[in-house]
């Protein structure tokens, strides 16, 4: 086990000749442009113009893909949990049959969809005033930060509970059914003893969600008015506007720190885990 | 599955038996009128922008102070559909290049998964990085130089060109989901069957994989997901030759074209869903499973 | 035998790319509208009149990042040194003059026989380039203050009366920043132009890099303003809360408007106004990509489109847009009904005298980047 296997390494290998052949090699094209300055030599100054004219906008990407991410674990937990444990067969039912749905509609698509949805004149204010629930002075849009947090959620819940959903299926029923006959409540089991089977496929499907959030152009530019915005939307309006390809794509590079950070910090966790396992 | 857990039910309410059965009656309507109310929450924030959709396809006028449309009609459907809009052609070509896409990435991720997951490999977590990160850069900036390479090797404007490009992409999902799937196989089972004297690759192929394959296919729905919703690539290495209905999607949603973009966005609901149904039905039931763990 | 047929189907699917006979294909940029005009009644046309020639057409999204995307489609071929497979293309006015200054265009309008239809001044300069010779106008749009008369009875008629209504009627103007579009930009120029110095100066040049520092006052003023407003989600989020009757007035284009209120997105009673000093609009135009195989058929294309008859048809009557060649070149092509439809907000001396251009390129970066720091930051 010590020695590297060669086998392993010829098994990836196809697999990273297209990474490299169809993203790495033109990736070097963007950093090349990234850190260097118009006349040649290399420097920072790019990201120092990045920093000081998009520090807000770095912080609020940051804000929204981490809270994003929060709620959608939350949410994946509880539907999952309920779609597992649940005990009332109808309701379990339903719930699998409605859940997955907006995984079929593109990112595009469900900023149009919030952006009449979620507005103040929009389709859920006028249900409620409709419904009686809100007076119609009551009302105010949610097409801000929240707008931005409400369809990344409403987008990626069912993406992490398909996956998680898979997993609890899968584990022992056993070990649910002993707890449960120990008089555990549902939550304790689904806390306790569901969880940290699954722990791992949650961690893999929430890293995916905020990569993948990070890069999502259209829901920022379409729910949210643009002060302050998320990085895609300044790397847009830096090459759009401006030509400006450098300072976009220093952005970009700050965008990938991030994604690296994160998926470095499950990696260690994991490895950590199999160590200790 | 829902045997046991009517049998479960059944002792706990034998165990809270003390209770008056009246008691016990009303318990149980307000728990379900509970479980009602949730749902119905539930599926107003679900399907209440999805009634968006459907309300703007066949919304002919809807403006203020209207809280519903003005007036209903099919006359955006006919321009989806006119014989000039190529709408079907375009959807077409996009399945098309979507199911080469799911046999791409999955042909050059289940061997990397499973390296990844089950052999010895230097520098292990910076690949697990490396294969990550076409999701989280600005694609543009990427598929700019792509184009160029393309263009010297006369790949653009092919399907080839196209589905190769969103292939790459679609690894993300692929190699990651793959690796967890293969790392979640047990592998007391591999050891007995190399026992009774099966070769590694039998025991890949009659063992590993059928294990790994709930999360395989997982991973198959979200890399034909994403394909089919792609739009950035397919412009700058297929089109002009190469359209996709992606495409004429974008340009209608970002200009505000609400009628347009609604009714293409259902059109592609329609292979997203079916293609779901056939690898469900592959997998029996309700176990796309075995993601991780 | 299945395995035959699927193999058969495989392969013409992969053929299917292969190019017909005589394809002229079209790129523009713009909203969908664009692309099934060329689709739906250019396209056709010009196919009448060359039998065997196919016009296809693509899309590239609105704004000028489609335009944006052309550009560097075209820049692409040219780095690999490969023939181009745009043989038109629509494009904004910042990218006509990028592609000039990167020679990725052909001159063709000199030997074009409706070449001599135009005289403005945007036909030959985009935004302080010279581009004349390599591009004709499509169309020309403005930007103007579009306004809900049922809550609005006396829209403002400058830019201080509007600064004066905001402040009486908080979030009840929207517009959409700079990031989201060109008719928050075109706002955001209108205002530096009515309060932030010499017009003319930023229309025309010579660019003198410390003018922007003269913008302070009237920056500090638009962040005030912007307090008492709300910032749209781009072009199509200012029409768009205005059909739902959120804000009451916000900046928009002109042909976006008129597509709108065709669609049913927009009250029908709903008005423009080009308020004084001015606010900037910018051509469509058409251009012929240096690399193009089709030369001559491009420029037949672009011939038709750009004669009286079709400019009269197709772009007035269809669109409501105001044409790209000079008006008086449609006079006797088009009934007075559909003259008076087109000028029936903006009159023509409205439109003479407050219709501007965008500033020259340097300028127009100053503003952007100036607002980003001083504005939204």
């Known amino acids: 086990m010590a020695k590297p296997s060669l086998l392993g390494l010829l098994l990836v290998a196809p697999a990273l000749a297209m990474i490299g052949a169809l993203f790495l090699y033109p990736l070097g094209f963007s950093l090349a442009a990234a850190f260097t300055e118009p006349g040649g030599g290399l420097s920072l100054m790019h990201f120092q113009k990045a920093y000081e004219l998009y520090s807000t906008d770095i912080l609020f990407t940051l804000f929204i893909v981490v809270v994003s991410t929060l709620l959608t674990a939350l949410f994946s937990i509880a539907i999952a949990g309920i779609l597992t444990l649940g005990e009332t067969p109808w309701l379990v039912a339903a719930l699998r049959a409605l859940y997955r749905w907006p995984l079929f509609i593109p990112f595009i698509v469900a900023a149009q969809c919030m952006r009449t949805f979620l507005a103040k004149n929009g389709l859920m204010n006028n249900s409620f005033v409709a419904l009686g629930l809100m007076e119609p002075l009551q009302a105010t849009s949610l097409l801000d930060w929240r707008g931005i947090i409400i369809t990344f959620v409403w987008k990626q819940v069912p993406f992490v509970t398909l996956m998680l959903a898979g997993a609890m299926a899968s584990i022992d029923r056993a070990t649910i059914e002993a707890g449960r006959n120990l008089g555990a409540s549902r939550i304790r089991v689904l806390l306790e003893l569901v969880l940290p089977q699954v722990g791992q496929t949650l961690l893999v499907g929430l890293v995916l969600s905020f990569v993948t959030m990070l890069s999502v152009l259209s829901v920022p530019m379409m729910v949210a008015g643009s002060q302050p915005t998320m990085l895609t939307v300044d790397m847009a309006f830096r090459i759009n506007s401006y030509g400006d390809y450098a300072t976009a794509n220093a952005l970009g590079v700050i965008s990938y720190a991030i994604a690296g950070t994160v998926a470095w910090i499950y990696l260690r966790h994991s490895v950590k885990r199999e160590v200790q396992a | ?293 | 035998m299945r395995r035959s047929l699927l193999a058969a189907g495989l392969a013409a699917f992969f053929l299917s790319s292969a190019a017909s006979a005589q394809t002229l294909n079209v790129a523009t940029a713009g909203d969908q509208n664009m692309v099934d005009y060329i689709k739906d009644y250019l396209g056709p046309l010009f196919e009448k009149s060359h039998p065997g020639v196919k016009v296809v057409a693509v899309g590239t999204g609105p704004g000028d990042g489609g335009s944006q995307k052309i550009f560097e489609k075209l820049d692409a071929q040219k780095q690999a040194a490969s023939a181009s497979d745009f043989d038109v293309v629509v494009i904004h006015q910042k990218a006509a003059g990028t592609m000039v200054q990167g020679d990725l265009l052909k001159k063709y309008r000199d030997v074009l026989p409706t070449g001599k239809l135009v005289t403005r001044d945007t036909a030959t300069n985009s935004l302080g380039t010279d581009v004349s010779g390599y591009v004709m106008p499509m169309f020309h749009s403005q930007t103007a203050i579009a306004y809900n008369p049922d809550l609005i009875k006396n829209p403002p008629n400058n830019y201080a009366e509007l600064r004066e209504w905001v402040k009486k009627n908080p979030k009840q103007f929207g517009y959409n920043g700079i990031k989201g579009g060109m008719s928050g930009v075109a706002f955001v120029t209108g205002w530096i132009s009515a309060f932030g110095g010499d017009p003319a100066k930023l229309e025309k040049g010579p660019y003198d890099a410390a003018t922007k520092a003269t913008w302070d006052k009237a920056m500090a003023d638009l962040k005030e303003f912007n307090q008492n407003v709300v910032i749209t989600p781009g072009n199509a989020g200012t029409l768009d809360m205005l059909n739902r009757g959120e804000i009451a007035m916000g900046p928009v284009w002109v042909d976006m408007f008129y597509t709108w209120k065709a669609d049913g997105k927009l009250p029908p009673n709903m008005r423009l106004k080009l308020v004084s000093p001015g606010m900037p609009g910018q051509p469509m135009y058409y251009a012929i990509p240096a690399k193009t195989a089709q030369e001559k058929l491009a420029a037949e294309f672009i011939a038709l489109a750009t004669s009286p008859d079709v400019q009269a048809e197709g772009i007035v009557k269809r669109f409501n847009w105001y044409p790209g060649i000079d008006a008086k070149n449609l006079e006797g092509k088009l009934d007075q009904a559909a003259w008076n439809q087109l000028f029936a907000d903006i009159p023509p001396d409205t439109l003479a005298a407050n219709g501007k251009p965008f500033p020259i390129g340097p300028y127009f970066n100053d503003i952007l980047e100036t607002y980003e720091k001083k504005v939204a930051n």
């Open chain 2, 1 to 293: 599955m829902s045997g046991k857990v009517q049998a479960s039910s059944a002792l706990a309410l034998a165990g809270s038996g003390a209770r008056p059965d009246t008691e016990g009656r009303i318990w149980a309507f307000g728990s379900t009128i509970l479980k009602v109310a949730g749902l119905a929450a539930f599926a107003f924030l679900l399907f209440g922008p999805l009634a968006n959709l459907v309300l703007w396809s066949v919304a002919e006028r809807w403006y203020t102070p209207f809280k519903l449309p003005v007036s209903y009609g099919l006359r955006y459907w006919e321009v989806v559909f006119r014989p000039t809009g190529d709408a079907m052609t375009s959807l077409m070509t996009s399945v098309g290049i979507a199911c080469l896409t799911v046999l791409v990435a999955l042909a050059v991720s289940i061997p990397a998964g499973y390296a990844l997951a089950r052999l010895k490999l230097p520098w292990r977590t910076a690949l697990m990085i490396l294969f990550l990160l076409p999701q989280a850069f600005p694609s543009v900036a990427i598929y700019i130089n792509v184009a160029r390479v393309f263009y010297s090797i006369g790949l653009t404007g092919t399907i080839t060109g196209v589905v190769l490009v969103h292939a790459a992409h679609g690894l993300v999902y692929s190699v990651w989901i793959a690796a967890a799937a293969f790392a979640a196989v047990d592998r007391d089972l591999e050891l007995a069957a190399r026992n009774i004297g099966a070769s590694p690759l039998r025991t890949f192929f009659t063992v590993t994989l059928p294990l790994a394959a709930p999360g395989i296919m997982a991973s198959a729905i979200f890399v034909f997901l994403e394909s089919l919703d792609e739009f950035t690539g397919t412009f700058f290495v297929g089109v002009p030759q190469v359209t996709t209905l992606p495409l004429l999607l974008y340009n209608a949603s970002m200009g505000g074209n609400y009628q347009i973009a609604s009714i293409t966005a259902l059109i592609l609901l329609v292979p997203s869903v079916v293609f779901m149904l056939v690898i469900e039905r592959f997998l029996k039931a309700d176990v796309l499973s075995k993601v991780g763990q």
